[in-house]
């Protein structure tokens, strides 16, 4: 598959779980009284209104950068690099959240990094 193809399935996939993070019933098990704007996307996920925003903005991201060989590059190795910071400071403090606002934390550790590890190939080692 090549590296626009791929960075068009990556913003599709963001922007679906962007939207989804804002249907209520998809969001379940607030997380506390600190975050009461959080909740689990599926269950499994932490989010907040302001991580869905995040995820929208990547999904725009990968649909524009789609439209060109460097620009799906560059996205991609944006992603990886903001994706594997992300890991570690989820890793850092297992209940962190980014300053009270967007929790990383949980499953979403993983997934960072398994997103991280997906960039980084397209991105830096993958040719075309």
Excluded: C
């Excluded at 991580?51 to 999904?59: D, P, Q, S, T, Y």
Aim: aromatic share 12%; net charge positive; hydrophobic share 55%.
């Amino acid at each position: 598959m090549n590296t626009r193809t791929f960075a068009l399935i990556f913003g599709i996939v963001f922007l679906a779980v962007g939207a989804l993070g804002f249907v209520p019933s998809m969001v379940h098990d607030s997380m506390g009284e600190g975050l009461k704007q959080h909740g689990m996307l599926l269950g499994m996920f932490p989010i907040s209104p302001l991580h869905n925003a995040a995820h929208l903005i990547f999904g725009l991201w990968g649909l524009a950068a789609s439209r060109s060989p460097g620009g799906a590059v560059g996205y991609f190795k944006g992603v990886a690099v903001i994706y594997a910071l992300l890991t570690i400071l989820g890793l850092i403090a297992s209940t962190a959240d980014l300053f009270g606002m967007i929790p990383l934390m949980g499953n979403d550790v993983y997934l960072h990094a398994a997103l991280a590890v997906i960039a980084a190939y397209f991105g830096f080692v993958k040719k075309g």
